[in-house]
Nanobody, 120 residues
Framework: VQLQASGGGLAEAGGSLRLSCAASGSIVALNDVSWYRQAPGKQRELVAT???????NYLDSVKGRFTISRDYAKNTVYLQMNSLKPEDTAAYYC???????????????WGQGTLVTVSS
């Protein structure tokens, strides 16, 4: 199983970026998926989660600006980030709970980080 995060880059304050997290490999179920971020010198924080039933939760500081969504057919989760602020600058990571078969418990997998830089 692999999680491929992409879509990071440089944006101006007030701008937008869309991150993607694509899961591939032997997957029978892509369960809850989360985006985390870690800014330099800070601890990693949970930004948003989407459950297998598409319920969502957000970090307070991104509510109303970020939207997490998923494409079941593509095993891909997106993070649409609007009204970006310099304090959103961080490496963003996706994490997913995945079943590779029905005889063993689901495990958590991590993608590589994608860097988001927001200039003021």
């Amino acid at each position: 199983v692999q999680l491929q995060a992409s879509g990071g880059g440089l944006a101006e304050a007030g701008g937008s970026l869309r991150l993607s997290c694509a899961a591939s490999g032997s997957i029978v179920a892509l369960n809850d998926v989360s985006w985390y971020r870690q800014a330099p010198g800070k601890q990693r924080e949970l930004v948003a989660t989407i459950t297998v039933g598409s319920s969502t939760n957000y970090l307070d500081s991104v509510k109303g600006r970020f939207t997490i969504s998923r494409d079941y057919a593509k095993n891909t989760v997106y993070l649409q980030m609007n009204s970006l602020k310099p304090e959103d600058t961080a490496a963003y990571y996706c994490s997913a709970n995945i079943n590779t078969d029905w005889s063993t418990p689901a495990l958590d997998y991590w993608g590589q980080g994608t860097l988001v830089t927001v200039s003021s």
